[in-house]
């Protein structure tokens, strides 16, 4: 049998991600905690996909659980695979355009509504480019 290094063969995890839109055009963002992985960046809400779920459920769990809000409707926005060294992520990120209720950080996490053309501002993780590339080019920019 071939040898293979310890290392050529990670578990990726997957994760939901919601990039939640207001009626100006804002984007809800949060600030990832001291002892999360990428601690400190800025991050779309959501988390891992648990087993059993769909990727829909597991952000309408997530988005319920750490911001408070119910998704109404959402559409697929990109997918992304990025290797961390340390973990390796499958992004599916969704477009949220309805919902009820007021995001907050309910697990006292920093948030708050950015303009779109303000996201570059912001230290997200590495995996996170593509997202705001994309949304600055929707937006027109
Ligand atoms: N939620 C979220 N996770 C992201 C983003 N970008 C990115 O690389 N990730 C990575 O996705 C992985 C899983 O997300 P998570 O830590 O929110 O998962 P979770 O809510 O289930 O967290 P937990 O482990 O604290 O219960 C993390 O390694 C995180 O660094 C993003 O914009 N939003
Ligand atoms: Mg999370």
């Not at 994760?15 to 963002?29: H, P, R």
Request: hydrophobic letters at 40%; a negative charge.
């Amino acid at each position: 049998m071939m040898k293979m290094r310890s290392d050529t063969i990670k578990k990726s995890v997957l994760v939901a991600v919601g990039v939640i839109e207001n009626t100006d055009g804002e984007i809800f963002i949060c600030r990832r905690g001291a002892s999360q992985h990428q601690a400190y960046k800025w991050e779309f809400p959501g988390g891992k996909v648990e087993a059993g779920e769909s990727v829909a459920q597991a952000l309408a769990r997530e988005l319920a659980e750490e911001i408070g809000i119910a998704v109404r409707s959402c559409q697929p926005f990109m997918r992304i695979e990025h290797d961390y060294g340390d973990k390796q992520v499958i992004l599916d990120i969704r477009k949220v355009t309805a919902f009820t209720g007021k995001p907050q950080g309910l697990e006292g996490q920093p948030s708050r509504w950015v303009p779109v053309t303000e996201l570059h501002s912001y230290d997200f993780p590495a995996a996170n480019s593509p997202i705001v590339d994309k949304l600055l080019t929707e937006a027109g920019n």
